[in-house]
């Protein structure tokens, strides 16, 4: 594996050549290195298992108000020479973008703890073994079970022509399993991504997709309507990737957003406070020009209280950039997870959401598909697997009348989030879907 002074040399070694090719011209090399390993099931079995060494190395230059990138996947010299060649050539075709930035040059920034030599050294061996655990709810129910786990120990850094020199050392792993019942009608799924191997429970992600497969088979109708509806993690992490991806300042102050003017106000309940902190949160503790990322709150209580500034709309602004984030977290709640269902007279539980897409940006409306668990609560239980269904909902709206979050939380899809599950109302499930 490439170590912290390699990767940091060869980043430098190609801003070397930009600057005999052209003296005057910015430059950034953001190098990634990993060691990728996966293991893929299928029918209860096993299908394929295999392992790969990546780098790619990425190469942007500024010409004055002139740039282009170009990446490469090659380390020896001549390679790394016809990189910078090729991405000079293209600057000097290319028109000025008069919102072009400088590059950045050197920063404090302090490691994050994000590399796990447990993770590092889980082999074949100890992947199929973990596997197997996952299968055994499965087998014994006589379900059909699939699904993909990927691990990844690596090294990142980035290097510029103005000074900046960071690297990162990480690994991670995502592991999702899909179980079926035989006669199609029933499907469960879960998922796992962490950093630390003594959290990834292979049993737990197994046997969950088991229950939920078994407990959702020969579904029922219900009609459409707004319902009361408990949101699992992987729920209402989707409804937050959207929030999240409009928290730009420049889309708020020009009126694009649905959190133009809001800034400052009671926006969503005051049971949600969303941070990104790079010493508590697993993400890179840099985004991607070099720029330190600080702690920050975005939604304190309910109150819109932080918005994304890029260093271009922060220098037209007179603002203060906060650099792009890629980690979340939502502060968990004092509720268990039964304790969400207490009082629902008539609702529904929601395990997540596929193929969404935003309707209209303006109220963060979505549509999406429920899938892989979707269940009738009456009177505070979970009573009977019911048919899916599209929905039509904003997200600002949902996260408005939510009144109970989880005091557990999940990662699902992202090491990066900590997400717990969620109560709200009047929750718009608009058509059913025949989908299993």
């Known amino acids: 594996m490439i170590t912290e002074p390699q990767i940091l040399a ?5 801003l070397a050549v930009v600057k005999s090719l052209e003296p005057k011209a910015e430059a950034a090399v953001a190098v990634w290195a990993t060691h990728r390993a996966h293991t893929r099931f299928a029918r209860n079995e096993i299908t394929t298992s295999g392992e790969i060494d990546e780098l790619s190395v990425s190469l942007s230059v500024q010409l004055g108000l002139r ?7 090659q380390t020896d010299a001549a390679s790394l020479r016809g990189l910078v060649e090729r991405t000079l050539a293209i600057a000097r075709l290319s028109p000025e973008l008069p919102e072009t930035m400088p590059v950045l040059g050197p920063s404090k920034v302090a490691k994050s703890a994000l590399r796990d030599d447990a993770l590092s050294r889980l082999d074949a061996k100890g992947r199929a073994e973990g596997i197997t655990q996952a299968l055994a709810p499965s087998r014994e129910k006589d379900l059909l079970t699939a699904g993909f786990l990927q691990v990844w120990d690596g090294m990142t850094a980035l290097v510029t022509s103005a000074g900046a020199s960071l690297a990162q050392p990480f690994t991670d792993a995502d592991f999702s399993v899909t179980a ?6 029933g499907s469960g799924w879960s998922t796992l991504s962490t950093r630390q191997r003594a959290l990834l429970d292979f049993a737990a992600v197994g046997r969950i997709a088991a229950e939920k497969a078994i407990a959702s088979a020969r579904p029922k109708t219900l009609e459409p309507g707004r319902y009361t509806v408990v949101l699992e993690p992987a729920a209402v992490g989707e409804l937050f990737e959207y929030f999240t991806s409009s928290l730009d300042r420049r889309a708020v102050d020009e009126g694009r957003s649905a959190f133009s003017g809001k800034l400052g106000q009671k926006l969503v309940s005051e049971l949600i406070t969303l941070t990104s902190d790079p010493r508590t949160t697993p993400m890179l503790p840099w985004d991607g020009e070099g720029l330190a990322l600080a702690p920050r709150t975005w939604v304190n209580a309910g109150v819109l209280e932080s918005l994304a500034v890029s260093r271009y709309w922060a220098k037209q602004q007179k603002l203060e950039p906060t650099g792009s984030y890629t980690g979340f977290e939502l502060a968990p ?3 268990s997870r039964a304790q969400l269902l207490t009082g629902i007279k008539r609702g529904v539980l929601v395990t997540r959401f596929w193929y ?3 309707v209209d940006p303006k109220t963060l409306a979505i549509t999406a598909l429920t899938r892989d668990g979707t269940f009738l609560i009456e009177d505070g239980v979970v009573t009977t697997p019911i048919k899916n269904f599209r929905i039509n909902q904003s997200v600002i709206d949902a996260l408005a009348k939510v009144d109970a979050v989880s005091s557990d939380r999940e990662s699902p899809g992202s090491s990066a989030w900590k997400i717990p599950a969620m109560r709200t109302h009047e929750f718009l499930l608009a058509s059913q879907s025949e989908a299993v």
Do not use: C, E, I, P
């Open 10 to 14: 060869l980043g430098k070694s190609v």
């Open 67 to 73: 740039s282009a990138s170009a990446n490469s996947n």
């Open 180 to 185: 079926r019942t035989k006669d199609g009608t």
């Open 333 to 335: 709640g004092q509720s």
């Open 356 to 358: 969404s897409n935003v």
